[in-house]
Each structure stands twice: as C-alpha cells, then as structure tokens.
T-cell receptor, first 115, second 112 residues
C-alpha cells in the first residue's frame, strides 16, 4: 500500500501564473487535509475535504485558492495568480476516518517557489 | 482561540535524554500529538496521547501530559544522531473531525 503521494515535489512559478498541486491519498482513505508550512513555521490548516465535498475551508484564503477532491482522481489544490507570499511547502494528509485517534498520514509535500 | 507553543531549538549530546516542551490553549482537545519532520520530508507521527492520560511510554519515547497546566512534553531517551529533526506538537481541534493545530516546531540538534 503506497503512502500519500504528492506531485510535483518542487514547483517554480512566476508571479501571476497558476499553481496546481496534486495529492493522492492512501488507498481506502476518503478524507484529505491540506496544510501550508511557511519557512521556519509550523503547519497551518487550510482545507478538509471528503470525496466530492469541501467540509471545512476556514484556513484557506478566500481569493485565488481553491481545492477539490473529485470522485475519481487526486485532490487538487489550485492557486491562481500566485504571489511571492505563496512560496511555501504544501502538505497533504489523508485518513480513513474522522475519529480523533485516526492517524493522518502525510505526503512528502510540494515546495512551491514563486519568483 | 486555539494556539500551540514550543521552544524553537534544543541541543543535546548523543546518549543524553532530550525533553521537548509544548503548551496548548484548547482545553477541549481530546488528543495531542507529536510529529517528527526530517529535512525535506513530510511529517511522521511519533505518538499521541489521549487527554485522560497522564503519561504514555513507547520504547525510547515518553509523553507527559499536565492537563491542568495544558503542558505536554516529549522525552527521548538515549538520543541518537538520527533523532536530529524538527518535532511538532499538535492538538486536534473541536468540531467533530481531526483538524490539527500545530506548534512552530522544535529543532533538535544532536551532537557527539
């Protein structure tokens, strides 16, 4: 059973371009979380999704950011018109359920650099 | 509001014990977690503790929870160079699902 997969691992974009980050959860996991880690900081929650539903997007900026988790395929975090402040590591985690002890398995992250 | 705080750096000698401390604010948190992050990698869950417990031991790791003071600690016995990493404390938020609130991380450096 492969772990959580994220691609690309590194992404470079110029200001104003779009960034698409992909996350494939572990097999059998239908819950996906996205977190952002700014340099020298901890991870900040962005959004929690179940298949075809956004459950909590309270940590995601209202503009330029969107997330989806379609019935088929990976979860996508999309950042439109990127700015330098979007440079960060973006981590996806998946879990099989919502119980507090259900471990979240983290992917290796996508490191976004905006030039 | 929810907030988790940790000291940023800890340096220990190989073979000594390391103690990483964390304070949190959400008294309704039912689970508290310790994650390890190695350079360029994702997060690995080390251990977690349920809020009705005071202590949990797992091989070289000991977690102590003082719920009254909202203080959590992670002790690593016989610290090795492979333990060098960033350690994150996290609490689960209220709301029926497991949204994690992380501290800024403690960078542990192990020297010979």
């Amino acid at each position: 059973n492969a772990g959580v997969m994220q691609n690309p691992r590194h992404l470079v974009r110029r200001r104003g371009q779009e960034a698409r980050l992909r996350c494939s959860p572990m097999k059998g996991h239908s819950h996906v979380y996205w977190y952002r880690q700014l340099p020298e900081e901890g991870l900040k929650f962005m959004v929690y999704l179940q298949k075809e539903n956004i459950i909590d997007e309270s940590g995601m900026p209202k503009e330029r950011f969107s997330a989806e988790f379609p019935k088929e395929g990976p979860s996508i975090l999309r950042i439109q018109q990127v700015v330098r402040g979007d440079s960060a590591a973006y981590f996806c985690a998946s879990s099989p359920g919502t119980g507090r002890s259900n471990e979240q398995f983290f992917g290796p992250g996508t490191r976004l650099t905006v030039l | 509001g929810e907030d988790v705080e940790q000291s940023l750096f800890l340096s220990v000698r190989e073979g000594d014990s390391s103690v990483i401390n964390c304070t949190y604010t959400d008294s309704s948190s039912t689970y508290l977690y310790w994650y390890k992050q190695e350079p360029g990698a994702g997060l690995q869950l080390l251990t977690y503790i349920f809020s009705n417990m005071d202590m949990k031991q797992d091989q070289r790791l000991t977690v102590l929870l003082n719920k009254k003071d909202k203080h959590l600690s992670l002790r690593i016995a016989d610290t090795q160079t492979g333990d060098s990493a960033i350690y994150f404390c996290a609490e689960s938020s209220t709301g029926g699902y497991n949204k994690l609130i992380f501290g800024a991380g403690t960078r542990l450096a192990v020297h010979p």
